[in-house]
T-cell receptor
Framework: GQNIDQPTEMTATEGAIVQINCTYQTSGFNGLFWYQQHAGEAPTFLSYNVLDGLEEKGRFSSFLSRSKGYSYLLLKELQMKDSASYLCAAMDSNYQLIWGAGTKLIIKP | SQTIHQWPATLVQPVGSPLSLECTVEGTSNPNLYWYRQAAGRGLQLLFYSVGIGQISSEVPQNLSASRPQDRQFILSSKKLLLSDSGFYLC?????????????FGPGTRLTVT
């Protein structure tokens, strides 16, 4: 079957670095997506990886290892506004997104 | 630029009543359109997707239905709501134009069935 696993909740301190892990199993693979979702709002697209390696976009970076079925989202210089849920999603061979349940990130001052 | 609209933003409906949620996309042609539901504290559940007018694929058997009467319009309906239909309904669009095919979401409709 198809499955995405990510931690339910993480806590970090303002100004610090946090890494949110995601493992996936899909029928075929057409990329790994990360979305940010603030409470009560719609998800917004953060990053996409289809090749192995690290993609950096400002304070946010995303890493992919296709052989391990593993990705992580790295958030640097954490700000209070980064408090949100982070959703990992893998695209299968039919170009459908398989979604994880999301990781709630709590930032403490 | 592309924008996606959903309405209403919130809705409280009694069990057994009908439902109609509408989603429209501007600034793109022939998008793929999606309806998702998100229960409180949970991930996204794909309900329906459409690759063109009148083409609907259902992912989860339920008392909901979807229609796409126009290229950029996607409607989610029910004849009789159940308590379990409560949730956050999200419409999304994507375009297959060489990748990466990310989906963009509308603001969502929060439905409470009482």
């Amino acid at each position: 079957g198809q499955n995405i696993d990510q931690p339910t909740e993480m806590t970090a301190t303002e100004g610090a670095i946090v890494q949110i892990n995601c493992t996936y199993q899909t029928s075929g693979f057409n990329g790994l997506f990360w979305y940010q979702q603030h409470a009560g709002e719609a998800p917004t697209f953060l990053s996409y990886n289809v090749l192995d390696g690290l993609e950096e976009k400002g304070r946010f970076s995303s890493f992919l290892s296709r052989s391990k079925g593993y990705s992580y989202l790295l958030l640097k210089e954490l700000q209070m506004k980064d408090s949100a849920s982070y959703l990992c999603a893998a695209m299968d061979s039919n170009y459908q997104l398989i979604w994880g349940a999301g990781t709630k990130l709590i930032i403490k001052p | 630029s592309q924008t996606i609209h959903q309405w209403p933003a919130t809705l409280v409906q009694p069990v057994g009543s009908p439902l109609s949620l509408e989603c429209t996309v501007e600034g793109t042609s022939n998008p793929n359109l999606y309806w998702y539901r998100q229960a409180a504290g949970r991930g996204l559940q794909l309900l329906f997707y459409s690759v063109g007018i009148g083409q609907i694929s259902s992912e989860v058997p339920q008392n909901l239905s979807a229609s796409r009467p126009q290229d950029r319009q996607f409607i989610l309906s029910s004849k009789k709501l159940l308590l379990s239909d409560s949730g956050f309904y999200l419409c999304a669009w994507s375009v297959f134009s060489g990748g990466p095919y990310e989906q963009y979401f509308g603001p969502g409709t929060r439905l409470t069935v009482t």
